[in-house]
């Protein structure tokens, strides 16, 4: 189930709980080069450059693709915390935010969020549609990696 939290005006944020360790998804979660992986919305392409893990402070670049178009982003790490958060902010001052808290050994509840607060131009964002496209985009990111690791879980199961 993925769950839609009312995380405040000009912010999209959706949560659900995700069968692995909170180390393995925040390690995955961390690395740039792993996010075209889990990327539901279909516009995250393959890292430009950057470090294979997240740094506070240290950029990396993406490629991209929407309406039809390639371009690169340029996004800067502004919170890592170890197995708890992992936000960056994009040109144009748009921020990715993933908070993961443990349930237990082999399960994580897992919360991204995206975040305009701030700028002027975010009513320009709703009128355009990015709100709804952005919602169904991390719907189908959490989606991904629930149905990813469910069916790990059970090869691992059932495979012996």
């Known amino acids: 189930m993925i769950e839609q939290i009312d995380a405040g005006k000009n912010q999209v944020s959706r949560r659900a709980v995700i069968q692995a360790p909170v180390e393995e998804l925040f390690d995955l979660v961390a690395n740039p080069y792993r ?6 919305s279909g516009s995250v392409g393959n890292v430009v450059s950057g470090t294979e893990r997240m740094v506070e402070g240290e950029p990396f670049q993406m490629k991209m ?3 039809g178009l390639n371009y690169r982003t340029n996004s800067n ?9 992992v936000e960056w902010q994009v040109a144009g001052r748009q921020k990715w935010r993933w908070e993961f808290k443990p349930l237990g050994r082999s399960s994580t509840e897992v919360t991204e969020t995206w ?24 719907e189908e990111t959490l989606r991904r990696l629930q149905d990813r690791y469910a069916s790990a879980r059970n090869t691992s199961r059932f495979g012996d």
């Not at 996010?35 to 539901?40: L, N, V």
């Not at 790490?77 to 958060?85: A, G, K, L, S």
């Open 65 to 67: 693709r929407m309406f």
């Open 115 to 138: 975040d305009v607060r701030g700028l002027w131009w975010a009513p320009l964002f709703r009128i355009t549609g990015f709100f709804r496209s952005n919602a169904k985009g991390i």
């Open 77 to 85: 790490p502004i919170t890592v915390r170890e197995n708890e958060i």
């Open 35 to 40: 996010h075209s992986e889990m990327d539901g």
